[in-house]
């Protein structure tokens, strides 16, 4: 069967509902951010304005710019609903930011109907939101995620298949492949590799021993579409999750803080949504190195406490010793219980 995997991608997403919320932001350079640009509006972005920009050097480009702080928890409550719509089409699904996420097709839609559920997705997405999204269809999600940045905003774009895939890309700039940042697209350029088309001279023996197992692998396999992740929905409830990934990454203990506080929330929600009790709770941080680490902890027993499970998080939170800027930050409740009698025994104990 035809692999179909789609990428959905929200466009502006905290600057698109801002100007929701108040029509005199429209067609105005915006971006949503106190000291650093989290989302800039199409009109700010043709200043150059963009994201992990200081907002006192935006307002240098554009002094018109208008600057709003960030509302996560309206952000989040938007995300909400349109998950929420997702989940009515299938639960293959991963979302892996409140904007974006990977939706598993196969079997669902028909091979020649690909461009026409892609339309009808993000106009429903439009309907229910009044905001638009980009939707990219491939054969893994590789191809999906590279296939949604083609026709920004609110645009489609569908990769039939590896050949399609590879003469699409192969005469783009080397950032397109996921993974290249600045940092090491800078450090591909003193290697002359400019353009995908570059790499592929290249053994992958080669590109491991010149940047590693998992940049090398990476570029290797990218550069020819070959890509076997799946998408990681929850099948049985084992463990509830959320992480979140940050193009501007976190550099202090305020925005760490900042940031922990709304990825509990919205994931304790989902707990209580389930109707289910934890009895392990995991944190995930990725620096902007790449080294990613996680910690867990077995609580003596289950639990939806909101309090206790937050107390408990935090200290793990706060065990580690930052290395370097956070680009991820992901937790986890794990140990999942049904038994509704369990939340009789926490009480008691946590009088003792």
Same mark, same amino acid.
């Given at each position: 069967m035809?692999?179909?995997?789609?990428? !959905?991608?929200?466009?502006?997403f905290?600057?698109?509902? =801002?100007?929701?919320?108040?029509? %005199?932001? *429209?067609?105005? &350079?915006? $971006?949503?951010?106190?000291?650093?640009?989290?989302t800039?509006?199409?009109?700010a972005?043709k200043?150059?304005?963009?994201s992990?920009?200081?907002?006192?050097?935006a307002?240098?480009?554009?002094?018109?710019?208008?600057?709003?702080?960030?509302?996560k928890?309206?952000?989040i409550?938007?995300s909400n609903?349109?998950?929420?719509?997702?989940?009515?089409?299938?639960?293959?699904?991963?979302?892996?930011?409140?904007?974006?996420g990977y939706?598993?097709?196969?079997?669902?839609v028909?091979?020649?109907?690909?461009?026409?559920?892609?339309?009808?997705f993000?106009?429903?997405?439009?309907?229910?939101?009044?905001?638009?999204?980009?939707?990219g269809?491939?054969?893994?999600k590789?191809?999906?995620?590279?296939?949604?940045?083609?026709?920004k905003?609110?645009?489609? !774009?569908?990769?039939?298949?590896?050949?399609?895939?590879? =003469?699409?890309?192969?005469?783009? %700039?080397? *950032?397109?492949i &996921?993974? $290249?940042?600045?940092?090491?697209?800078e450090?591909?350029?003193?290697d002359?590799?400019?353009?995908?088309?570059?790499v592929f001279?290249?053994?992958?023996?080669?590109?491991?021993?010149?940047?590693g197992?998992?940049?090398?692998?990476?570029?290797?396999?990218?550069v020819?579409?070959?890509?076997?992740?799946?998408?990681e929905?929850?099948r049985?409830?084992?463990?509830?999750?959320?992480?979140?990934?940050?193009?501007?990454?976190?550099q202090?203990?305020?925005?760490?803080?900042?940031?922990?506080?709304?990825?509990?929330?919205?994931?304790?929600?989902r707990?209580?949504?389930?109707n289910?009790?934890?009895?392990?709770?995991?944190?995930?941080?990725?620096?902007?190195s790449f080294k990613t680490?996680?910690?867990?902890k077995?609580?003596k027993?289950?639990?939806?406490?909101?309090?206790f499970?937050y107390?408990?998080?935090?200290?793990?939170?706060?065990?580690?010793?930052q290395?370097?800027?956070?680009?991820?930050?992901?937790i986890?409740?794990?140990?999942?219980?049904?038994?509704t009698l369990?939340?009789?025994?926490?009480?008691?104990?946590l009088?003792?």
């Amino acid at each position: 069967m035809e692999r179909i995997i789609m990428h !959905y991608d929200m466009d502006a997403f905290y600057a698109s509902i =801002e100007i929701n919320r108040n029509s %005199k932001l *429209k067609n105005k &350079p915006l $971006v949503v951010g106190e000291n650093i640009v989290t989302t800039a509006s199409y009109e700010a972005r043709k200043y150059g304005i963009h994201s992990a920009m200081k907002v006192s050097d935006a307002k240098l480009l554009c002094p018109k710019l208008i600057a709003i702080p960030v509302d996560k928890k309206e952000y989040i409550r938007i995300s909400n609903e349109i998950h929420n719509l997702i989940l009515k089409i299938t639960n293959k699904v991963e979302f892996i930011a409140t904007d974006e996420g990977y939706i598993d097709l196969t079997g669902i839609v028909k091979p020649e109907n690909k461009i026409q559920f892609a339309l009808k997705f993000k106009e429903r997405i439009k309907e229910l939101t009044n905001l638009t999204c980009s939707v990219g269809m491939g054969f893994n999600k590789l191809s999906a995620k590279i296939a949604s940045d083609i026709n920004k905003p609110f645009g489609v !774009y569908v990769f039939e298949n590896e050949k399609n895939f590879v =003469e699409y890309i192969s005469d783009k %700039k080397i *950032k397109i492949i &996921p993974g $290249v940042g600045r940092k090491f697209s800078e450090i591909l350029k003193h290697d002359k590799i400019f353009h995908v088309k570059d790499v592929f001279k290249y053994s992958l023996d080669y590109l491991v021993k010149k940047y590693g197992k998992s940049r090398g692998e990476n570029l290797y396999c990218s550069v020819r579409g070959i890509n076997h992740d799946e998408v990681e929905y929850e099948r049985e409830i084992h463990s509830i999750g959320n992480e979140e990934t940050y193009s501007i990454p976190l550099q202090t203990t305020s925005e760490l803080e900042r940031e922990f506080n709304s990825l509990f929330e919205y994931t304790y929600q989902r707990l209580i949504k389930n109707n289910v009790f934890s009895q392990s709770i995991t944190v995930k941080i990725r620096y902007t190195s790449f080294k990613t680490y996680t910690k867990s902890k077995k609580l003596k027993f289950a639990t939806r406490d909101k309090e206790f499970l937050y107390n408990e998080m935090l200290e793990l939170l706060n065990s580690f010793e930052q290395e370097d800027e956070i680009r991820l930050l992901g937790i986890y409740f794990g140990d999942i219980k049904r038994n509704t009698l369990i939340q009789l025994s926490i009480n008691e104990s946590l009088k003792k």
